[in-house]
């Protein structure tokens, strides 16, 4: 019956899910962001993989639907758990029977408060991104996440400095193999033109700040979420597609103004050896999204149903009500701050709390047995699954590989014979397959390197 829910992210699956469970009692939505992100055009990929576009949505809408949801549009400056209260930017205080926190992650920057340095994280981040674009002839983009290797593909028109600390792009998904296949989309000279936004996204009337309430911190704006650059149109003033420079094994330690520059560069002074200086244009852009969320403290985290973008101890105390008591996260589950897994936590954490107040005693969701993500990155339909970078498994594996540049990348993580986990880059087909490997373990010894041997079809041995 928990399924019967359209599926939204963390916060609002929570929602959804009481409203309907406890028709007769009042749930209040509090959030520091005049809309909602809802989850449409949902498809079920394969057991645990899953595909949809996120939409912004104005909040009333889920007042229409439920009339038990209240919605309150403004910060939570203080919590005192001890007192079950709230205290809101507004000036208001709640008093609530049952809290669940869901208040996402925070974006770090390297610097705060410098105009030329810009962090993306919501909608009002992402358009100052592609205002101050739109006159920049050079930035740098520094980091090597999911943000990261998407703004490098999609900025046209601007050259870019990527500054990245290791060795290969996109180290968060990929290993370097995966990185040389996927390089020589950020050097062709006619990339494709960027696709249309296919899908229209609820923008708060007039300037962004209009549906902000006084003294609302900036701060707190929804995650984009994926597909988030769809309908941005991300052009330097050049006429050029893509000019990318990667200064690799580089961590930005210090960002000077222009002016400040220039004159170290007129005193000759000399950066320390192993230290480089570029020089970017206005609109360097910084991209990094720390876990947690400073509204709790850990063991105010513990004390609530905390579906947050999520200190580790928090994730291990919801998931401690369903699973035996040593807190071993399950074989093929990671970590890693996603829409999927902001979703499921959202749906488990409603249950619990249901649960809870039913009396009754929950199953573990499956969603949970196996780390799955399926997105794109530069064009590519990219999936990776389970310990798909080999992940806590020590020396003691291996890995197989088929690549076919310009076509598709596959790897597998094998141990013992088994399948651990999976990278899979372009239309591969075998997401489905390997998931099923995976999660059945199954002794692969006797196939050796059959296993990805293009000329046997694979799905049909293991479907
Ligand atoms: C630019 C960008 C692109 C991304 N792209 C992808 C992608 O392609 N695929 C993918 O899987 N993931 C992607 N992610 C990650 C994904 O968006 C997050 O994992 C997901 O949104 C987390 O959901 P959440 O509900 O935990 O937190 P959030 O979506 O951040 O929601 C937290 C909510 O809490 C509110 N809030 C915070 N503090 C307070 C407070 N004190 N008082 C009141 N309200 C508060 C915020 O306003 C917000 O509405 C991306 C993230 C970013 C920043
Ligand atoms: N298509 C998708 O699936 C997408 C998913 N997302 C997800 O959204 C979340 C937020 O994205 P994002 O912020 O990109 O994720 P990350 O936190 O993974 O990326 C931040 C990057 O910045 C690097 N960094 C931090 N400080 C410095 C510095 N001083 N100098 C150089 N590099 C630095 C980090 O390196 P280090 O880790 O070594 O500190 C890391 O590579 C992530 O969970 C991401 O996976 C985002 C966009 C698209």
Redesign the pocket.
Known sequence: AWRLFPPTAALLLVCHLLAAEFPSEDIFLVTASPVIKAVTNFKQVSKTLEEFDVEEQPSSLLEKRYPNIRVIQSGVKQLKSDEHKIYTEDGKEYIYEKLCLCAG?K??L?VDGNPYVLGIRDTDSAQAFQKNLAQAERIVV?????????LVYEIQGCEVIW????KAIG???FDAGAAEFLLPKLTAESQETPMECKRTKYTVEGSEEKGRPPGASDKLGS?LG?D?HEGLHLKGTKEFSHKVHIEVL????KIHLQQEFIQLQQTSLTFPKGEKNVEADEGEC?????AGNELASPSEYEQHKVCSEYSLCAHFVLMAQGWPHDFNLPNFLLQ???WTQARQMGWYAAKCMAAEALGESIDMDFSFELFA?I???FNYKVVVLGKYNAQGLGSEHELMLRCTKGHEYIKVVMQNGRMMGAVLIGETDLEETFENLILNQMDLSAYGEDLLNPDIDIEDYFD
């Open positions: 992650a974006p770090k390297i520094v980091g090597n996440g999911g943000i990261a290797l998407e500054a990245i600390k290791d180290n968060t998904f995650a994926s988030w580089c961590e930005v330690k910084h991209s990094v999204e720390v890693m701050r996603l993500h997105t794109k990155f």
